[in-house]
């Protein structure tokens, strides 16, 4: 990734179409609950999101979400991505997602995307994948990930997904709470885990966990930061000023209506580098930056 190049680095972008599966319409209701929620529906080609963060000057972590045992949609593969990634290895990177229940043929996957496929890191999403964080069938892809000292983005708090559906769509908000992650953070120190999104209900928990464990981080996507609990500003601003990082939750939210949020939502200009990019840099192996203080 050409950094210099880049105005920042959004670690937390979605691939929502596949151009190598056939449509698949399986559990689209999940999709309209979101859409309705979110107040958008743009489903954009992995392509087409590439093209705009170029033309925006953003690099970008993108990712698919691999829930086919919860929901039993066709996950977009991974190889998709990841061949996007070396195209576009200036200002992409592929992070893999592989559903936890697969274990061990999982494990198998996660070393073979890492090794063949260049894959830089992995996404969980406790809720919409059914696991709970710390149960041990995830050990299995946690032991490699750990193996190769890459990072592992992973949802917290509430989620838009199954929002306003028949019981939620039978997905538990519960398997999201970051302090679920303690036992991961302890048992795998050389996983960086990045706890996605302001954790709302439990976003002093996240504050806690990324204050008493080194190796967890706290990414800031999925909401305007002005919609931002006052503590996640504060802890921003100084002790874990080093551990925020920018994410959009694209194509959700855009990088733009963030980046202009952000800019009046009361984070001092000394951090704004950090969050935008260089705690990124850090994360991602990319290039020499001054460790964290």
């Not at 990634?85 to 992070?95: E, H, P, S, V, Y």
């Not at 538990?172 to 795998?188: G, H, K, T, W, Y």
């Not at 209506?257 to 935008?276: Q, S, T, Y």
Request: charged share 25%; aromatic share 10%; hydrophobic share 40%.
């Amino acid at each position: 990734m050409k950094t210099a190049d880049l105005i920042a680095i959004d670690v937390h972008t979605h691939a929502e179409v596949s151009c190598w599966n056939p449509f698949d319409n399986y559990g689209e209701e999940y999709d309209r609950a979101a859409d309705k929620y979110f107040g958008s529906n743009r489903r954009p080609t992995i392509d087409e999101t590439v093209a705009y963060y170029r033309e925006k000057k953003i690099g970008l972590v993108m990712f698919t979400v691999d829930s086919e045992a919860q929901l039993g949609r066709r996950r977009i593969p991974n190889e998709e991505i990841a061949e996007a990634a070396k195209k576009n290895a200036d200002m992409m990177i592929c992070f893999g997602s592989i559903d936890p229940h697969k274990g061990k043929m999982g494990a198998r996957e996660a070393r073979k995307l890492i090794e063949e496929h260049g894959v830089r890191g992995f996404k969980f999403h406790p809720t919409v994948q059914g696991f709970l964080p710390y149960d041990k069938m995830a050990w299995p892809i946690y032991e490699v990930i750990a193996e190769y000292k890459l990072p592992a983005i992973f949802h917290s708090g509430h989620s838009g997904i199954g929002s306003g559906m028949r019981c939620g769509g039978g997905l538990r908000l519960q398997n999201s709470n970051p302090m679920l992650l303690e036992d991961v953070a302890i048992d795998f120190p050389d996983m960086q885990i990045v706890v996605a999104h302001p954790s709302w209900p439990w976003q002093d928990e996240a504050l806690s966990l990324a204050l008493h464990k080194p190796n967890v981080w706290i990414d800031l996507s999925g909401w305007s930061p002005k919609y931002f609990p006052p503590q996640l500003i504060q802890y921003a601003n100084t002790l874990l000023k080093d551990r925020m990082l920018f994410g959009s939750d694209y194509p959700l939210i855009t990088p733009e209506r963030w980046m202009k949020d952000f800019g009046e939502a009361g984070f001092k200009p000394a951090v704004h580098e950090k969050i935008l990019k260089t705690n990124a840099m850090r994360l991602l192996g990319l290039g020499e930056v001054q460790p964290a203080a």
